[in-house]
């Protein structure tokens, strides 16, 4: 299984970027692939996925700006997120059953 995570950088606050996991292997199902963040000093946190496999679950802080959405044909899941936050600034990881892709950084500037 490999994870490639991409679409992070720089914006301001109020701004949106998408970021996008493409992967390949061993995928079942990429319903399966979840989005965690690391923030500077924080312990990593799910962002948004299913990781009971029942329903999407966001963290509380970004619910109603961030939405996960999948494309079965190319395999790879996105995360769309608006309204950007500096808190929001933090590395972004996609994750499948205990496989890691690389992570990708969003910074996101007052």
């Known amino acids: 299984v490999q994870l490639q995570a991409s679409g992070g950088g720089l914006v301001q606050a109020g701004g949106s970027l998408r970021l996008s996991c493409a992967a390949s292997?061993?995928?079942?199902?990429?319903?399966?692939i979840d989005w965690y963040r690391q923030g500077p000093g924080k312990q990593r946190e799910l962002v948004a996925g299913m990781p009971s496999g029942e329903r999407t679950n966001y963290a509380d802080s970004v619910m109603g700006r961030f939405t996960i959405f999948r494309d079965n044909a190319k395999t790879t899941v996105y995360l769309q997120m608006n309204s950007l936050k500096p808190e929001d600034t933090a590395v972004y990881y996609c994750?499948?059953?205990?496989?890691w892709g690389q992570g990708t950084l969003v910074t996101v500037s007052s």
């Open positions: 292997g061993n995928i079942f199902s990429i319903y399966a």
């Open positions: 994750e499948y059953r205990g496989y």
